[in-house]
Nanobody, 124 residues
Framework: QVQLVESGGGLVQAGGSLRLSCAAS????????MGWFRQAPGKEREFVTA????????YYADSVKGRFTISRDNAKNTVFLQMNSLKPEDTAVYYC?????????????????WGQGTQVTVSS
């Protein structure tokens, strides 16, 4: 069992930055692929980024490539999402997720544990 708690969301102006954190409980964090998804009002939850168990491989949606960076600290059971050059279209609830992988899968069904989400709002 893995419990995930996101933090770091908020309101930021376009062009600004935010850093999201996801703290995981349980002893399976280091054996889990970790991902971030987001859901805007009236839209489907979509893949944002994922990181392999070791942190050696990362994957990004085209819409965030070059602006967002995922990282993890297995000693602290935490995954991070650094978001730079934010745009109004990045506004959404951001969810942390954990699963068995593979990390290169953008599919929501790859993940079996989800956090409660944190709101990110980017004003123009």
């Amino acid at each position: 069992q893995v419990q995930l708690v996101e933090s770091g969301g908020g309101l930021v102006q376009a062009g600004g930055s935010l850093r999201l954190s996801c703290a995981a409980s349980g002893r399976t964090f280091s054996s889990s692929v970790m991902g971030w998804f987001r859901q805007a009002p009236g839209k489907e939850r979509e893949f944002v980024t994922a990181i392999s168990r070791s942190g050696g491989s990362t994957y990004y949606a085209d819409s965030v490539k070059g602006r967002f960076t995922i990282s993890r600290d297995n000693a602290k059971n935490t995954v991070f999402l650094q978001m730079n050059s934010l745009k109004p279209e990045d506004t959404a609830v951001y969810y942390c997720a954990a699963g068995p992988g593979p990390a290169y899968s953008y599919n929501r069904e790859t993940y079996n544990y989800w956090g409660q989400g944190t709101q990110v709002t980017v004003s123009s």
